[in-house]
Protein backbone atom coordinates (compact mmCIF):
# COMPACT_ATOMS: atom_id res chain seq x y z
CA UNK A 1 0.00 0.00 0.00
CA UNK A 2 1.44 3.34 -0.81
CA UNK A 3 0.01 6.77 0.07
CA UNK A 4 0.40 10.11 -2.32
CA UNK A 5 3.02 11.72 -0.57
CA UNK A 6 5.56 8.56 -1.16
CA UNK A 7 4.63 8.20 -4.41
CA UNK A 8 5.68 12.10 -5.20
CA UNK A 9 8.29 12.13 -3.05
CA UNK A 10 9.99 9.00 -4.87
CA UNK A 11 9.55 9.96 -8.57
CA UNK A 12 12.74 10.15 -10.16
CA UNK A 13 13.13 12.76 -13.07
CA UNK A 14 16.33 13.93 -13.24
CA UNK A 15 16.34 15.25 -16.81
CA UNK A 16 12.92 17.33 -16.22
CA UNK A 17 13.06 20.66 -15.44
CA UNK A 18 9.78 20.64 -13.26
CA UNK A 19 10.28 16.88 -12.31
CA UNK A 20 8.36 17.81 -8.96
CA UNK A 21 5.16 19.54 -11.40
CA UNK A 22 5.89 16.37 -14.08
CA UNK A 23 5.02 13.79 -11.07
CA UNK A 24 2.16 15.83 -9.28
CA UNK A 25 0.81 16.28 -13.36
CA UNK A 26 0.91 12.11 -14.03
CA UNK A 27 -0.18 11.38 -10.58
CA UNK A 28 -2.98 13.47 -10.59
CA UNK A 29 -4.06 11.95 -14.14
CA UNK A 30 -3.63 8.62 -12.89
CA UNK A 31 -6.00 9.44 -10.04
CA UNK A 32 -8.49 11.42 -12.31
CA UNK A 33 -8.23 13.82 -10.13
CA UNK A 34 -7.63 17.34 -9.86
CA UNK A 35 -3.90 18.28 -8.79
CA UNK A 36 -5.19 20.00 -5.65
CA UNK A 37 -6.67 16.65 -4.54
CA UNK A 38 -2.63 15.48 -3.88
CA UNK A 39 -2.29 18.15 -1.31
CA UNK A 40 -5.53 17.68 0.25
CA UNK A 41 -5.00 14.12 0.54
CA UNK A 42 -1.26 13.52 0.92
CA UNK A 43 -1.97 10.98 3.17
CA UNK A 44 -4.67 8.88 1.06
CA UNK A 45 -3.65 5.45 -0.35
CA UNK A 46 -3.82 4.93 -3.68
CA UNK A 47 -5.03 1.99 -5.50
CA UNK A 48 -2.69 -0.44 -7.18
CA UNK A 49 -4.06 0.34 -10.52
CA UNK A 50 -4.00 3.70 -10.27
CA UNK A 51 -0.22 3.15 -8.96
CA UNK A 52 0.79 0.81 -12.12
CA UNK A 53 -0.58 4.05 -14.41
CA UNK A 54 1.55 6.23 -12.79
CA UNK A 55 4.93 3.95 -13.03
CA UNK A 56 3.95 4.02 -16.81
CA UNK A 57 3.35 7.81 -17.25
CA UNK A 58 7.04 8.30 -14.98
CA UNK A 59 8.95 5.82 -17.80
CA UNK A 60 7.42 7.90 -20.78
CA UNK A 61 8.31 11.22 -19.19
CA UNK A 62 12.16 9.70 -18.32
CA UNK A 63 12.14 9.02 -21.46
CA UNK A 64 11.86 12.52 -22.30
CA UNK A 65 8.45 12.43 -23.60
CA UNK A 66 6.69 15.62 -22.63
CA UNK A 67 3.77 15.73 -20.14
CA UNK A 68 1.28 17.37 -22.38
CA UNK A 69 1.51 14.18 -24.85
CA UNK A 70 1.41 11.95 -22.04
CA UNK A 71 -1.73 13.39 -20.73
CA UNK A 72 -3.39 14.74 -23.91
CA UNK A 73 -3.92 17.68 -23.15
CA UNK A 74 -2.35 21.39 -22.44
CA UNK A 75 -3.78 24.83 -20.93
CA UNK A 76 -3.73 27.73 -23.15
CA UNK A 77 -5.27 30.72 -22.67
CA UNK A 78 -8.22 30.17 -20.57
CA UNK A 79 -8.99 26.83 -22.90
CA UNK A 80 -7.64 23.39 -22.33
CA UNK A 81 -6.85 22.05 -25.38
CA UNK A 82 -6.00 18.63 -26.78
CA UNK A 83 -2.58 17.73 -28.05
CA UNK A 84 -0.86 14.89 -29.89
CA UNK A 85 2.15 14.24 -31.41
CA UNK A 86 1.88 15.29 -34.82
CA UNK A 87 1.34 18.88 -33.89
CA UNK A 88 3.17 20.93 -31.57
CA UNK A 89 2.43 21.60 -27.63
CA UNK A 90 0.97 25.36 -27.27
CA UNK A 91 3.34 27.44 -25.41
CA UNK A 92 2.78 30.46 -23.07
CA UNK A 93 4.76 32.60 -24.93
CA UNK A 94 2.79 32.18 -27.97
CA UNK A 95 -0.18 33.96 -25.67
CA UNK A 96 1.41 37.49 -26.41
CA UNK A 97 0.28 37.14 -30.04
CA UNK A 98 -2.79 37.01 -28.80
CA UNK A 99 -2.93 39.42 -26.26
CA UNK A 100 -1.38 41.87 -28.64
CA UNK A 101 -3.82 41.29 -31.54
CA UNK A 102 -6.77 41.62 -29.12
CA UNK A 103 -5.48 44.87 -28.42
CA UNK A 104 -4.61 45.93 -31.48
CA UNK A 105 -7.99 45.03 -33.24
CA UNK A 106 -11.33 46.50 -32.37
CA UNK A 107 -13.36 44.21 -31.30
CA UNK A 108 -15.99 45.07 -34.22
CA UNK A 109 -16.40 41.70 -36.68
CA UNK A 110 -13.58 41.02 -38.45
CA UNK A 111 -11.96 37.84 -40.84
CA UNK A 112 -9.24 36.50 -39.13
CA UNK A 113 -6.78 33.81 -40.65
CA UNK A 114 -4.27 31.86 -38.09
CA UNK A 115 -1.44 30.56 -40.33
CA UNK A 116 -0.34 27.15 -39.48
CA UNK A 117 -2.42 26.59 -36.59
CA UNK A 118 -1.82 23.28 -35.12
CA UNK A 119 -4.22 22.48 -32.42
CA UNK A 120 -5.70 25.47 -33.37
CA UNK A 121 -4.74 27.25 -30.17
CA UNK A 122 -4.24 31.17 -31.48
CA UNK A 123 -7.65 30.61 -33.84
CA UNK A 124 -9.98 29.18 -30.71
CA UNK A 125 -8.10 31.58 -28.20
CA UNK A 126 -9.70 34.83 -30.66
CA UNK A 127 -12.40 33.10 -31.38
CA UNK A 128 -13.10 32.77 -27.57
CA UNK A 129 -12.46 36.27 -26.48
CA UNK A 130 -14.13 38.13 -30.05
CA UNK A 131 -17.54 35.93 -30.33
CA UNK A 132 -18.12 38.39 -33.78
CA UNK A 133 -14.81 37.82 -35.33
CA UNK A 134 -14.83 34.97 -37.97
CA UNK A 135 -11.36 33.13 -37.13
CA UNK A 136 -10.06 30.56 -39.99
CA UNK A 137 -7.00 28.32 -39.20
CA UNK A 138 -5.39 26.63 -41.90
CA UNK A 139 -2.23 23.61 -41.46
CA UNK A 140 -0.11 21.36 -43.72
CA UNK A 141 -0.60 18.64 -41.82
CA UNK A 142 -4.59 16.99 -41.87
CA UNK A 143 -3.92 15.23 -38.58
CA UNK A 144 -3.63 18.69 -37.02
CA UNK A 145 -6.27 19.93 -38.75
CA UNK A 146 -8.66 17.27 -37.64
CA UNK A 147 -7.11 18.17 -34.14
CA UNK A 148 -8.34 21.57 -34.60
CA UNK A 149 -11.93 21.00 -35.23
CA UNK A 150 -12.17 18.45 -31.96
CA UNK A 151 -10.77 21.60 -29.92
CA UNK A 152 -13.50 23.61 -31.30
CA UNK A 153 -16.30 21.60 -31.61
CA UNK A 154 -15.60 20.47 -27.75
CA UNK A 155 -15.22 24.05 -26.89
CA UNK A 156 -18.17 25.15 -28.96
CA UNK A 157 -16.71 27.95 -31.09
CA UNK A 158 -18.63 28.45 -34.26
CA UNK A 159 -17.09 31.39 -35.08
CA UNK A 160 -13.88 29.81 -35.82
CA UNK A 161 -13.29 26.93 -38.65
CA UNK A 162 -10.11 24.63 -39.78
CA UNK A 163 -8.71 23.65 -43.42
CA UNK A 164 -6.37 22.00 -45.18
CA UNK A 165 -3.99 24.21 -46.98
CA UNK A 166 -0.39 25.00 -47.49
CA UNK A 167 0.11 28.33 -46.34
CA UNK A 168 -2.53 30.49 -48.13
CA UNK A 169 -2.57 27.80 -51.00
CA UNK A 170 -6.83 26.76 -50.35
CA UNK A 171 -7.88 30.41 -49.52
CA UNK A 172 -8.18 31.48 -53.34
CA UNK A 173 -9.03 35.23 -53.11
CA UNK A 174 -10.12 35.73 -49.74
CA UNK A 175 -8.87 38.76 -47.58
CA UNK A 176 -8.74 39.30 -43.78
CA UNK A 177 -8.25 42.02 -41.37
CA UNK A 178 -5.59 40.40 -39.40
CA UNK A 179 -3.72 37.50 -40.04
CA UNK A 180 -1.28 35.90 -37.42
CA UNK A 181 0.92 32.89 -37.72
CA UNK A 182 3.44 31.19 -34.86
CA UNK A 183 4.78 29.36 -37.75
CA UNK A 184 8.16 27.07 -37.68
CA UNK A 185 11.18 29.39 -37.37
CA UNK A 186 13.96 26.71 -35.94
CA UNK A 187 17.55 26.48 -37.95
CA UNK A 188 17.52 23.09 -39.00
CA UNK A 189 20.91 22.52 -37.54
CA UNK A 190 20.01 24.09 -34.15
CA UNK A 191 21.10 22.36 -31.33
CA UNK A 192 17.91 22.70 -29.30
CA UNK A 193 15.80 19.95 -31.92
CA UNK A 194 17.91 17.13 -29.81
CA UNK A 195 17.46 18.15 -26.57
CA UNK A 196 14.74 18.01 -23.91
CA UNK A 197 10.92 18.15 -24.62
CA UNK A 198 11.26 19.53 -28.47
CA UNK A 199 12.35 16.12 -29.65
CA UNK A 200 9.38 14.50 -29.58
CA UNK A 201 7.50 17.35 -31.40
CA UNK A 202 7.32 17.16 -35.72
CA UNK A 203 9.77 18.83 -37.63
CA UNK A 204 7.05 19.87 -39.74
CA UNK A 205 6.03 22.15 -36.90
CA UNK A 206 9.39 23.89 -35.97
CA UNK A 207 12.20 23.53 -38.70
CA UNK A 208 12.41 26.76 -41.69
CA UNK A 209 15.23 26.07 -43.54
CA UNK A 210 18.98 26.69 -42.89
CA UNK A 211 18.15 30.30 -40.89
CA UNK A 212 14.67 29.31 -39.38
CA UNK A 213 12.94 31.80 -41.57
CA UNK A 214 12.00 30.44 -44.45
CA UNK A 215 8.46 30.05 -44.14
CA UNK A 216 8.50 33.64 -42.27
CA UNK A 217 9.46 34.96 -45.54
CA UNK A 218 6.71 33.38 -47.38
CA UNK A 219 4.71 34.20 -45.36
CA UNK A 220 5.32 37.79 -45.33
CA UNK A 221 5.78 37.56 -49.46
CA UNK A 222 1.82 36.31 -50.08
CA UNK A 223 0.04 38.00 -46.88
CA UNK A 224 -0.21 41.17 -49.21
CA UNK A 225 -2.67 39.29 -51.58
CA UNK A 226 -4.96 38.40 -48.69
CA UNK A 227 -4.61 41.52 -46.37
CA UNK A 228 -7.55 44.40 -46.72
CA UNK A 229 -6.06 47.37 -47.00
CA UNK A 230 -5.32 48.70 -43.35
CA UNK A 231 -5.05 45.27 -42.10
CA UNK A 232 -2.04 43.39 -39.86
CA UNK A 233 0.47 40.52 -39.97
CA UNK A 234 1.24 39.64 -36.91
CA UNK A 235 4.30 37.17 -36.50
CA UNK A 236 6.12 34.80 -33.95
CA UNK A 237 9.53 34.01 -34.30
CA UNK A 238 12.67 33.39 -32.14
CA UNK A 239 14.36 35.63 -29.43
CA UNK A 240 17.23 36.62 -32.03
CA UNK A 241 15.31 36.82 -35.03
CA UNK A 242 13.31 40.25 -34.73
CA UNK A 243 15.80 42.60 -36.74
CA UNK A 244 15.64 40.07 -40.18
CA UNK A 245 11.49 39.81 -39.82
CA UNK A 246 11.01 43.51 -39.15
CA UNK A 247 13.20 44.10 -42.53
CA UNK A 248 11.30 41.55 -44.65
CA UNK A 249 8.53 43.41 -43.80
CA UNK A 250 9.64 46.53 -44.71
CA UNK A 251 10.98 45.21 -47.87
CA UNK A 252 7.69 43.86 -48.24
CA UNK A 253 5.99 47.41 -48.09
CA UNK A 254 4.52 46.71 -44.28
CA UNK A 255 3.58 50.27 -42.60
CA UNK A 256 3.97 50.25 -38.96
CA UNK A 257 6.40 47.79 -38.31
CA UNK A 258 7.52 47.34 -34.69
CA UNK A 259 8.35 43.97 -32.70
CA UNK A 260 6.57 43.69 -29.04
CA UNK A 261 8.44 41.82 -26.12
CA UNK A 262 7.21 39.01 -23.91
CA UNK A 263 7.75 39.40 -20.08
CA UNK A 264 11.31 38.38 -20.45
CA UNK A 265 12.58 40.92 -22.36
CA UNK A 266 12.93 39.62 -25.88
CA UNK A 267 11.47 40.52 -29.13
CA UNK A 268 9.26 37.54 -29.93
CA UNK A 269 6.61 38.98 -31.85
CA UNK A 270 6.65 41.55 -35.08
CA UNK A 271 4.08 43.05 -36.61
CA UNK A 272 3.00 45.50 -40.07
CA UNK A 273 0.11 46.94 -41.07
CA UNK A 274 -0.75 46.73 -45.11
CA UNK A 275 -1.19 50.43 -46.33
CA UNK A 276 -4.40 51.80 -47.38
C1 LIG B 1 5.13 26.29 -34.47
S1 LIG B 1 3.73 25.31 -34.91
C2 LIG B 1 2.45 26.36 -34.26
C3 LIG B 1 1.18 25.65 -33.90
C4 LIG B 1 0.14 26.56 -33.21
N1 LIG B 1 -0.23 27.68 -34.04
C5 LIG B 1 0.66 27.06 -31.88
O1 LIG B 1 1.01 28.23 -31.77
O2 LIG B 1 0.73 26.26 -30.94
C6 LIG B 1 3.68 25.56 -36.64
C7 LIG B 1 2.51 24.91 -37.36
O3 LIG B 1 2.63 25.27 -38.74
C8 LIG B 1 2.25 24.14 -39.52
N2 LIG B 1 2.88 24.29 -40.83
C9 LIG B 1 4.16 24.05 -41.21
N3 LIG B 1 4.34 24.31 -42.51
C10 LIG B 1 3.14 24.72 -42.99
C11 LIG B 1 2.67 25.13 -44.29
N4 LIG B 1 3.49 25.15 -45.33
N5 LIG B 1 1.39 25.48 -44.42
C12 LIG B 1 0.55 25.46 -43.34
N6 LIG B 1 0.92 25.08 -42.10
C13 LIG B 1 2.20 24.71 -41.93
C14 LIG B 1 2.75 22.95 -38.73
O4 LIG B 1 2.09 21.77 -39.12
C15 LIG B 1 2.46 23.40 -37.30
O5 LIG B 1 1.19 22.98 -36.89
Redesign the pocket.
Known amino acids: MTIIASLLNAAQLPDSPTPRLDAELLLAAALGKPRSFLHTWPERVVASEAAERYAGYLQRRRAGEPVAYILGHQG?WSLDLEVAP??????PD?EL?VETALALIPATPAQVL??????????LALACERPGWSVT?????AA?VELAERNRSRLQLDNAHFA????F?ALGEQRFNLIV?????IAAKDPHLVKGDVRF??S???V?GCDGLD?IR?IIREAPQHLQPGSWLML?HGFDQAAAVRDLLVRQGFHQVESRCDLGGHERISLGQWPC
Request: charged share 20%; hydrophobic share 35%.
Open positions: FHTLIPRTLDLGTGTGAIAGVDRVAESHWSSNPPYEPSALADQE
